[in-house]
C-alpha cells in the first residue's frame, strides 16, 4: 500500500504534461511598400490640375455658324524673326509636319533631355520622366487674317465660361521685347478679385478649359503673323530646360 501514492503521483505528471499546448509561431505579415515615383520638379510647388470635363480636339473642331471677325487693329510690320544662333552643344529639332523648330541643350544640370513629336505635340523632356509629364508645345490651325485672342476663343474656348475664363493679349514672356514684332502672345487667365490667393480662384479655374487654363506656372499661347495658319499652346511648368546661357527652349522657336 506504501506504493500507491508514488504511482498516483507519477500519473498526475504524466497526465499534465501530455495536455500542455504546444507553442505557435504566428507568421510575420509582409507589408507592400509601393514602387518609388519620379517626380516632375514642378509638382512640390504646381496647383495639382484634375482630369478635365471637357476634351478640346484643335484638328478635328467643327467650325461654328459664321461670325462676324473684327480685323486686328495693329498689323504687325512686315518683319522676319531673328535666325537661330544655337548656344554651344545644342541641338536643333526641326518638325516639317507642324512646321515649327526649335534649339534645346541634350545635356543640362547633370540630366538628358530628350525630344518626342506626337501628333501635333512636341513634347521636351527630362531623360528620367515621362514625356507627357515634361514641357511641350501644341500646333492649333489658325485662319488667316484672324487674331490671335479671335482663333483661341474660337477653337478652344466654347463651351466655357467667358466671364470667368477670359482669353487676353500678353506680351513677350522670354526676353523684353527682343522678339520679332510679328509674334503675338495671349493667354487663358481666370477671373481674379482684388486680394483673391490661387486657393480662392481653383473653383473658377476648374470652369476653365484644361490644361490651356494655367495658375502657378507658365502657359500661354504664341502666334506668328508671317505664317497665320496656325498658332502655339506652350506648357511649361515652373522649371526651365534650356537651350542656352539664360535662355529657355521655348525662346527659340521659329515658325517654317
Same mark, same amino acid.
Request: net charge positive; proline share 12%.
Given at each position: 500500500?506504501?506504493?500507491?501514492? +508514488?504511482?498516483?503521483? /507519477?500519473?498526475? /505528471? $504524466?497526465?499534465?504534461?501530455?495536455? &500542455?499546448?504546444?507553442?505557435?509561431? &504566428?507568421?510575420?505579415?509582409?507589408?507592400?511598400?509601393?514602387?518609388?515615383?519620379? =517626380?516632375d520638379p514642378a509638382e512640390?510647388?504646381?496647383?495639382?490640375?484634375?482630369?478635365?470635363?471637357?476634351?478640346?480636339?484643335?484638328?478635328?473642331?467643327p467650325s461654328p455658324s459664321?461670325?462676324? /471677325?473684327?480685323?486686328? =487693329?495693329?498689323?504687325?510690320?512686315?518683319?522676319?524673326?531673328?535666325?537661330?544662333?544655337?548656344?554651344?552643344?545644342?541641338?536643333?529639332?526641326?518638325?516639317?509636319?507642324?512646321?515649327?523648330?526649335?534649339?534645346?541643350?541634350?545635356?543640362?544640370?547633370?540630366?538628358?533631355?530628350?525630344?518626342?513629336?506626337?501628333?501635333? %505635340?512636341? @513634347?521636351? @523632356? #527630362?531623360?528620367?520622366?515621362?514625356?507627357?509629364?515634361?514641357?511641350?508645345?501644341?500646333?492649333?490651325?489658325?485662319?488667316?487674317?484672324?487674331?490671335?485672342?479671335?482663333?483661341?476663343?474660337?477653337?478652344?474656348?466654347?463651351?466655357?465660361?467667358?466671364?470667368?475664363?477670359?482669353?487676353?493679349? =500678353? &506680351?513677350?514672356?522670354?526676353?523684353?521685347?527682343?522678339?520679332?514684332?510679328? @509674334?503675338?502672345?495671349?493667354?487663358? /487667365?481666370?477671373?481674379?478679385? #482684388?486680394?483673391?490667393? *490661387?486657393?480662392?480662384? $481653383?473653383?473658377?479655374?476648374?470652369?476653365?478649359?484644361?490644361?490651356?487654363?494655367?495658375?502657378? +506656372?507658365?502657359? @500661354?499661347?504664341?502666334?506668328?503673323?508671317?505664317?497665320?495658319? %496656325?498658332? $502655339?499652346?506652350?506648357?511649361? +511648368?515652373?522649371?526651365?530646360?534650356?537651350? +542656352?546661357? *539664360?535662355?529657355?527652349?521655348?525662346? &527659340?522657336?521659329?515658325?517654317?
Amino acid at each position: 500500500m506504501s506504493r500507491q501514492p +508514488g504511482l498516483l503521483l /507519477v500519473l498526475i /505528471v $504524466l497526465l499534465a504534461s501530455s495536455c &500542455t499546448p504546444r507553442s505557435v509561431v &504566428t507568421p510575420a505579415i509582409a507589408s507592400l511598400t509601393p514602387a518609388a515615383r519620379l =517626380t516632375d520638379p514642378a509638382e512640390e510647388t504646381a496647383v495639382p490640375a484634375p482630369s478635365p470635363t471637357r476634351v478640346v480636339s484643335p484638328t478635328a473642331i467643327p467650325s461654328p455658324s459664321p461670325t462676324r /471677325v473684327a480685323s486686328p =487693329t495693329a498689323v504687325p510690320p512686315p518683319a522676319t524673326a531673328p535666325a537661330i544662333a544655337p548656344a554651344a552643344g545644342a541641338t536643333t529639332h526641326t518638325s516639317a509636319a507642324l512646321g515649327i523648330r526649335f534649339s534645346y541643350l541634350p545635356s543640362q544640370h547633370g540630366q538628358t533631355v530628350k525630344v518626342l513629336e506626337q501628333g501635333d %505635340k512636341i @513634347y521636351v @523632356y #527630362p531623360a528620367n520622366m515621362e514625356p507627357t509629364a515634361g514641357q511641350w508645345v501644341q500646333v492649333f490651325r489658325k485662319r488667316a487674317g484672324e487674331s490671335l485672342v479671335a482663333a483661341i476663343t474660337r477653337v478652344i474656348m466654347p463651351g466655357y465660361p467667358s466671364q470667368d475664363c477670359q482669353v487676353r493679349q =500678353t &506680351t513677350d514672356r522670354h526676353s523684353a521685347g527682343s522678339q520679332a514684332p510679328n @509674334y503675338e502672345y495671349a493667354a487663358i /487667365v481666370v477671373r481674379r478679385a #482684388p486680394g483673391e490667393d *490661387d486657393a480662392a480662384v $481653383l473653383p473658377r479655374w476648374r470652369t476653365c478649359p484644361q490644361p490651356y487654363t494655367v495658375v502657378g +506656372g507658365i502657359g @500661354y499661347f504664341q502666334s506668328d503673323a508671317l505664317h497665320p495658319g %496656325k498658332f $502655339l499652346f506652350f506648357s511649361i +511648368g515652373q522649371y526651365t530646360i534650356l537651350a +542656352g546661357a *539664360d535662355q529657355p527652349w521655348q525662346a &527659340t522657336i521659329r515658325f517654317e
